[in-house]
C-alpha cells in the first residue's frame, strides 16, 4: 500500500491519531529516526527549540510520558514549566478553562496534556494558540504512546504493513489500545484484540480490529504481542473473580508466547503488573522490547515537538 508522502504536519497540535493521514504518521517516524542518534551523542542538545516554552500540564499520574517528554524538551533546548493536579490551583478547585488561560498569560509555545476527561485536549487546542500535545485523555487515545510503539515495532520488523499486532488486556478502558487499532489500521496491519468479554469495549469491530475473548487463539502465529495492564484506577467493579484468576487465563506465560511467530516481539506500554497480565520471564525474556519502548518514546516526542514548531523534512525515500 503506497503512503502518500507529507513533509509537514497539518495542523497546529497532535490530539490524537484519528486525525493524522498515513503520509503524517511515517513522516513522524522518519524524523525520530533520524532523532534517535541525538541520544548517542556525548552531549545530547541541539538548539532546534531554544526560546521556545513547552508546559507540561499532568492531571494524571505518569511516569515514562512525563519524563520522556521532559528529556524531548531538554535535549531540544526548550525552556519547560511542569504542572500538576496536585501542586497547582487545580487542586483548590479551578477549572481547566481557567487553568489553561492563566498558563496563556505566560505565552507557552507547547502544552502537553493528560488528564483524565476524554476530549479535554481537544477542547483546550481549540480555546488557545499555543499547539496542544495530547499525552494521555481519559479512555480516548494516547496518540504519543501509540506512534512510539510503531516506531518500536518498525525498527525491529522494518515494516508495518502486514504485520500480525494481538493486543490483550484491559482495552475497554485503555487509550492505548485505541490509538495503536487507529494508528495499525492507517499502516496496514491487522489488529486483533483479546480480553475477557467485561474489558472489551461494546462494538470493538468497529474499530477494524478482530475480536477474541480467549487469549490462546488470539496469539496464533502473531508478529507482535501488546500486553495492557487492568486499569483498577478507571473501573467502579471488578469485572473479573481474581487477579489470580486473570492471570491464568490472560497472562502472557512462555507457553502462551509460543504460539505465537517464533521471533515475536513483547511490548507493555507501562506500567506493568508482573504476575498479573504478564509473567516476568517473558517480560525481561529475548523477545521483550518493553525498554526499548521507553528510549523510542523520546526520539518520537523530539519529532513530534520539532515538527509541529514548523520544522519540515524531506519526502522519505520509502514513501
Ligand atoms: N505508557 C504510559 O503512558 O506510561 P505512564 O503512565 O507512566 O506515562
Do not use: C, W
Not at 524538551?73 to 487542586?91: C, H, Q, Y
Request: charged share 25%.
Amino acid at each position: 500500500m503506497p503512503v502518500e508522502a507529507a513533509t509537514a504536519l497539518s495542523g497546529k497540535d497532535l490530539v490524537g491519531i484519528a486525525p493524522l493521514t498515513p503520509g503524517e504518521i511515517q513522516l513522524i517516524l522518519d524524523t525520530a529516526e533520524e532523532l534517535l542518534e541525538i541520544a548517542r551523542r556525548p552531549i545530547k542538545k541541539v538548539p532546534t527549540l531554544r526560546g521556545r516554552t513547552v508546559v507540561n500540564l499532568f492531571m494524571e499520574p505518569s511516569t515514562r510520558t512525563r519524563f520522556s517528554f521532559e528529556v524531548a524538551e531538554k535535549r531540544l533546548s526548550a525552556d519547560t514549566l511542569n504542572f500538576s493536579a496536585s501542586g497547582t490551583s487545580v487542586s483548590k478547585g479551578e477549572t481547566l478553562v481557567d487553568t489553561a488561560r492563566n498558563l496563556m498569560a505566560m505565552a507557552p509555545d507547547f502544552i502537553v496534556m493528560r488528564h483524565p476527561n476524554s476530549g479535554a485536549p481537544h477542547r483546550l487546542a481549540k480555546m488557545v494558540s499555543a499547539s496542544i500535545i495530547n499525552a494521555g485523555d481519559g479512555i480516548n487515545e494516547h496518540p504519543t504512546q501509540a506512534l512510539l510503539d510503531a516506531f518500536t515495532m518498525r525498527r525491529h520488523r522494518g515494516r508495518l504493513e502486514g504485520l500480525t499486532v494481538v493486543i490483550a488486556g484491559d482495552i475497554r478502558h485503555s487509550r492505548v489500545a485505541r490509538s495503536n487499532a487507529f494508528l495499525l489500521n492507517k499502516m496496514g496491519a491487522s489488529v486483533r484484540f483479546a480480553a475477557p468479554a467485561s474489558l472489551m469495549p461494546v462494538r470493538a469491530e468497529e474499530l477494524g480490529v478482530e475480536v477474541h475473548h480467549r487469549l490462546e487463539p488470539a496469539l496464533e502465529g502473531a508478529d507482535v504481542v501488546m500486553m495492557l495492564r487492568i486499569q483498577r484506577e478507571r473501573q467502579g467493579n471488578k469485572n473479573f473473580p481474581s487477579l489470580r484468576e486473570y492471570f491464568d487465563f490472560f497472562g502472557l506465560t512462555p507457553g502462551r508466547l509460543d504460539l505465537a511467530s517464533p521471533d515475536a516481539l513483547v511490548m507493555h506500554p507501562g506500567p506493568m503488573n508482573r504476575g498479573v497480565e504478564i509473567d516476568s520471564a517473558v517480560a525481561d525474556g529475548p523477545r521483550s522490547v518493553i525498554l526499548d519502548q521507553v528510549t523510542n518514546g523520546v526520539a518520537i516526542r523530539m519529532a513530534i515537538l520539532y515538527l509541529l514548531s514548523g520544522g519540515e523534512r524531506e519526502p522519505s525515500a520509502a514513501s
